[in-house]
């Protein structure tokens, strides 16, 4: 690990990650690699118990925002999810997928939180793929926006009413609430994307 670099494990706050491709190579450049990566995502996400409150798929990079996770260390589900894709992915005679490590910022607040969230759900934008964020199928924007129902389960105030309109799991539900969630509720409010 390099000199200087702290992770905050364990210390139950919400993480933004970040890990790129192999020299910024574009392993992510058609939809099938993807939704293969969304695939593998939601397998590790149910495997350790991850509440994923934001992520997306770039061409040569992902972001995350998520819970520590139930079972096992954040970095054990990071390789994890790293090697289960670059598995999948791999193209012949490319002998390394992913960059060593990932970016680790530790999420404490509501209003961090929505900024991290309007990085991620910007990010396309911002890089010229699409002209709105709600035209990037593979990050959790549309299910913030409309609470529709993704390849990845994200957690936004939309999975939470569901949980409690089926009387399922409702002491999870209520465990999990991100910062801006939490603060939401009290202000009566939806998604911290929406508030001004």
Same mark, same amino acid.
């Given at each position: ?6 992770? /905050?494990?364990? *210390? ?10 192999? +020299?910024?190579? *574009?392993?992510? %450049? ?14 590790? +996400?149910k495997w350790y118990g991850i509440y994923i409150a934001g992520y997306v798929v770039m061409p040569e990079h992902v972001h995350l925002l998520v819970s520590e996770p139930e079972r096992s260390q954040l970095s054990v589900a990071v390789q994890m999810l790293k090697q289960m894709v670059a598995r999948r992915l791999r193209r ?16 404490? *607040?509501? $209003? ?9 759900? +910007? ?11 709600? %035209?990037?199928?593979?990050?959790? /924007?549309?299910?913030? #926006? ?13 999975? #939470? *009413? $569901? ?5 399922? !799991?409702?002491?999870? !539900? ?5 910062? #801006? ?16």
């Open positions: 690990m390099p000199w200087g670099l702290r992770r /905050f494990q364990q *210390s139950r706050c919400q993480h933004f990650i970040t890990f790129s491709c192999y +020299r910024r190579q *574009s392993f992510f %450049d058609t939809a099938p690699a993807r939704e293969r990566f969304e695939i593998e995502l939601e397998r590790v +996400r012949p005679g490319v002998r390394q997928f992913w960059q060593a490590r990932y970016y680790d910022f530790p999420v404490w *607040s509501a $209003k961090k939180e929505k900024e991290k969230l309007g990085y991620i759900h +910007r990010n396309p934008v911002s890089r010229g793929l699409v002209a709105k964020p709600e %035209d990037w199928e593979w990050s959790s /924007f549309r299910q913030w #926006a409309t609470g529709c129902d993704g390849r990845v389960e994200v957690e936004s105030q939309w999975t #939470a *009413s $569901k949980r409690e309109s089926t009387g399922a !799991a409702l002491g999870v !539900a209520r465990a999990v609430e991100t910062p #801006a969630l939490r603060q939401n509720r009290a202000k009566g409010r939806g998604s911290p994307q929406n508030d001004s």
